[in-house]
């Protein structure tokens, strides 16, 4: 489980350093993969994303579809039971596109707890 952690935040880390031409990056780190046994994807109301970041939104999916974790569609939350819902983690992403440079950023935080 550790191993998909580290997949999953290098993952994150390749997909700001390479999308992203800023000083600044921000990267979680502190994600405890084993609690969680449901995964969703939600993309934070940045619907059109340009197309040289697509390829970044394929790999994001693609990192939590190969770790151990369930993808749950973001629609179908509330028809988990509550046990289930604290074993959910959100991914949550968005693009942001700014003087002709797109941004990616990923977050993941626990459904029930805010984590």
């Not at 000083?23 to 619907?47: F, G, H, M, P, W």
Request: hydrophobic share 40%.
């Amino acid at each position: 489980m550790n191993h998909r952690f580290k997949f999953l935040s290098i993952l994150a880390a390749l997909i700001l350093f390479t999308a992203c031409t800023t000083s600044k990056s921000t990267v979680s780190t502190n994600v405890n993969l084993s609690r969680y046994e449901y995964a969703s994807i939600i993309n934070n109301d940045t619907y059109h994303i340009p197309a040289e970041l697509m390829e970044y939104e394929i790999q994001l999916f693609d990192a939590v579809e190969n770790s151990h974790l369930k993808l749950v569609s973001d629609a179908r939350i509330y028809e988990l039971t509550p046990s289930q819902q604290e074993k959910l983690l959100l991914v949550k992403y968005g693009v942001n596109v700014k003087y002709k440079i797109g941004f990616l950023s990923a977050e993941y935080q626990g459904f029930k707890k805010g984590e």
